[in-house]
């Protein structure tokens, strides 16, 4: 498992931490740490473009940014690109050549639909590709980059805006039971279009008038349950709020143990990781309430 331990206050990684620094409790039980690295790792990134239209003033610009962090990542991490709307496409599959995934990339800048987003199934079939990761041991992460929006997922919204979607589509809790599964992380960075503004002014002003049901998504609540960093835009250089997601995904530590305790194949176990007391008191500068430990909180025998 992955942890990422960030001060809230300044917005910066901590590093340097030891196996010591942490501890790791399952369904209460304290556990032993028994392998501990920071970025030794590789990464296996899929890159998911969001299609939709209030995305598509803005697509471009994240996908240069895309493009050009490409130069960040080390040999051996290997880069998959995909499309999402009412559903997925895989555009590039794994690969460590660049060339192919800036190809794939400055495909998916070309791309529109009028299909709609809808998140959850979304979520549902790009973890397959995920798992489709060739190196070894490697880091697997799902990158959205989206303006965070989604629409209401039935059969209104499938026979208006999702006639390109599954006949059934899946759930948000069979999306989360999938993702605690796969022990895929998820993350994102958001940013934002005039249109996207418009379009949730509206819905909060009157749900019922925007079509498809248009609301903020569930991308910070699938980040949240696997650990996975989400930033925001917010006027600020998409290419280097990329280098800074990708930063946090390579300064996550990552932690392993055996299980204490035997359970039964299919439990969920809940996981807590947080930094320990002694940690704190090497570090007089550092307030409780200032440190976050963001892990996934839990995984399925």
């Known amino acids: 498992m992955d942890a990422l ?72 991490d290997e880069v998959a690109v995909m499309v999402f709307s009412s559903h997925t496409e895989v555009l590039q599959g794994f690969t460590t050549r660049r060339i192919s995934t800036e190809a794939a990339i400055e495909r998916a800048a070309q791309m529109q639909t009028t299909e709609g987003t809808f998140i959850d199934e979304d979520m549902f079939e790009s973890i397959d590709q995920a798992l489709q990761s060739t190196a070894p041991e490697s880091r697997r992460v799902l990158v959205w980059l989206t303006d965070g929006t989604a629409n209401d997922e039935n059969s209104f919204t499938q026979g208006t805006i999702g006639k390109e979607a ?69 006027g600020k250089s998409a290419t280097g709020q990329l280098a800074q997601l990708l930063d946090d995904l390579r300064g996550r530590y990552t932690l392993g143990y055996k299980p204490a305790n035997a359970e039964p194949d299919g439990k969920f176990c809940k996981l807590r990781v947080t930094l320990t007391p002694q940690t704190f008191e090497r570090h007089p500068e550092w307030k409780k309430s200032e440190i976050s430990v963001h892990a996934e909180n839990g995984y399925y025998r």
């Open 166 to 234: 599954p006949a059934r589509l899946h759930s948000k809790s069979e999306a989360t039971a999938k993702l605690l599964h796969s022990g895929v992380a998820a993350a994102a960075m958001i940013e934002r279009s005039g249109l996207t503004d418009a379009l949730l002014s509206a819905a909060q002003r009157d749900r019922g008038q925007v079509p498809g049901g248009a609301r903020v998504g569930d991308i910070a609540h699938y980040a949240d349950i696997t650990g996975g960093p989400v930033l925001y835009s917010a």
């Open 5 to 76: 331990v960030e001060n809230q206050r300044t917005g910066k990684l901590i590093q340097g931490l030891e196996a010591a620094d942490f501890q790791i409790a399952e369904d209460g039980a304290p556990q032993s740490i028994t392998y501990f690295s920071q970025d030794q790792l590789p990464l296996s990134i899929v890159f998911l473009f969001d299609l939709t239209e209030t995305v598509h003033p803005v697509l471009q610009k994240l996908a240069q940014g895309a493009a050009l962090i490409l130069g960040h990542l080390k040999p051996e």
